[in-house]
């Protein structure tokens, strides 16, 4: 469906496959359990980053361990706030966002692992409330790229996000490279 917008890009299982290629994230689960699946997010952070300084980096990947900390805060923060404007306001119309320039604007790589774990448990309260509400008030938004995105199909795709981003700081841990500090990163 592309809403009168042209193409629609491909998202989700579409473009990642069921069970995604990288990770392994099923998309089949329920809405609930997509909510209770970002919910063990920043305890399930903690528990693989505990020994961490956050600077560790994975040879093939721009990012620190913290930094996909930072990134996957930093998109639960917009979708909260996407899904709020939905069921507050009717706006549902939302425009997509670039994660590497959002990146390199919070510069990512030199965020404190301290600081972006603790900022990932306020997102995570945050999105689910907001996710509980525009489930139960069947939000559908309109995404610039993507087309239709029920609360339901944001639900799923946050919760792959975070699985997949924690896969990546597993991988990022298990090699053991450490970023050094570069200004403007």
Known sequence: MSLGWGVVEKWGAGLYGDPCRECGFGWELS???AVASVQAVPDAYARRLAGATGRERHPDLAWT?????SHVTDNLRTWAERLAGGYLAGDL???????DLLSRARHYND??????????????????????VALARGVV???????AQRAEDVARNNAHDAHHHLWDIDRTLRARTTCPHRPGM
């Open 141 to 147: 938004l309109r995404h610039a790229t993507r087309g």
């Open 93 to 99: 119309a939302v425009p997509g966002y670039d994660p």
């Open 65 to 69: 361990a913290a930094a996909y900390v």
């Open 31 to 33: 809405p609930a359990r």
């Open 111 to 132: 965020v404190s692992l301290a600081g972006a774990l603790w900022s990932l448990r306020w997102a995570v309260d945050a999105w689910t409330q907001s996710a509980e």
